[in-house]
């Protein structure tokens, strides 16, 4: 006997509260990039510039995700039984792969001015500016880190992430622009443009990551697992036992399987009220996520041949 069950917190209305931060990152980012290229041409600084395209990834990162998250908010159909949930990674894959793009056009521009430096201009008025962008960039990043946490988006986290890199990376161009005028050496300016090109493709490198790691179904992470082997130890306890464990994650949606192994002399209604009280009590330790069950004799020996995720056929 197998079962599934589609429990806990609708997505759907999860998933508009995601794409309402995702409106919110466009518009900071509209705001920010503006900001940060009015600095740019005050004061003529290579490294002001770096920070100002970085800007630009992060608004068409932030237009990517909201479509993204539209995506992933449509219902199941014929063709996509388990819904669409899986369209947050392209939203991150297209991220890492603008920040890569982002990182080579800043080194492109640095190593320019690395040749030939210039001397920089209304340099206090510049810095004003860039750190007003820098933090409504902080502000931002930290309100979808915690909305990440709270909706399980890995869209959001990765915007969250991208923000606030972006918020260390102005950081890094103030003090250097500073150091500039302090001590008069233009040659800073370009190679502080060089490490936030490096800073970016490190940031890059990490979100690709985890795409690729989602991608590839991972695994609950150990503490969402702890979660239901807490529920499952409770049963253990009454002589009913488990295997075949499996789960995997699809954006913010959570699929569990496992085989329940009960006495073989249960009859169907014992097994079926049983499995309804292992899901519900699964569901409420982690919302949002689909139940598959399968009851088997503890009995038969034919019990523990299926717990291969490819059974051998004899």
Not at 12 to 21: D, F
Not at 84 to 109: D, N, P, R, T
């Amino acid at each position: 006997m197998a079962r599934r069950r589609n429990k806990g917190e609708s997505g759907k209305p999860l998933l508009r509260s995601a794409r309402s931060y995702a409106g919110l990152s466009i518009g900071a980012a509209v705001v920010t990039f503006a900001l940060k290229f009015l600095a740019y041409k005050l004061t003529d600084s290579v490294g002001l510039l770096s920070d100002a395209m970085e800007s630009v990834v992060n608004l068409t990162a932030a237009m990517m995700a909201f479509w993204m998250l539209t995506v992933a908010s449509l219902p199941p159909d014929k063709e996509h039984t388990y819904g669409h949930s899986k369209a947050e990674y392209f939203s991150s894959g297209v991220e890492a792969m603008l920040i890569l793009v982002a990182a080579g056009s800043i080194a492109w521009a640095a190593w320019g001015r690395l040749a030939h430096p210039q001397p920089l201009e209304h340099v206090w008025l510049g810095l004003a500016v860039s750190a007003l962008a820098a933090a409504i960039n902080g502000g931002v990043a930290t309100v979808l880190y915690r909305a990440s946490l709270r909706l399980n988006s890995i869209t959001l986290r990765a915007d969250g992430a991208h923000l606030m890199t972006d918020v260390y990376t102005s950081g890094g161009v103030i003090v250097a622009v500073t150091l500039v005028q302090a001590t008069g050496w233009i040659i800073l300016d370009p190679l502080i443009a060089f490490l936030v090109a490096v800073n970016i493709i490190w940031t890059g490198y990490r979100l690709m990551n985890d795409t690729l790691h989602g991608l590839l179904d991972s695994a609950l992470p150990p503490r969402e697992r702890q979660l239901v082997e807490t529920v499952l130890d409770q049963y253990r306890e009454r002589g009913v036992d488990f295997h075949a464990f499996r789960s995997r994650i699809a954006g913010q949606r959570r699929f569990i399987s496992v085989h329940v192994l009960v006495p073989g002399a249960w009859t169907v209604q014992e097994g079926h009220n049983l499995v309804e009280q292992i899901e519900y009590q699964i569901h409420t330790a982690i919302p949002k996520c689909t139940v598959t069950t399968h009851v088997e004799p503890m009995e038969d020996p034919i019990a523990f041949a299926d717990q291969n995720l490819d059974r051998e056929q004899s």
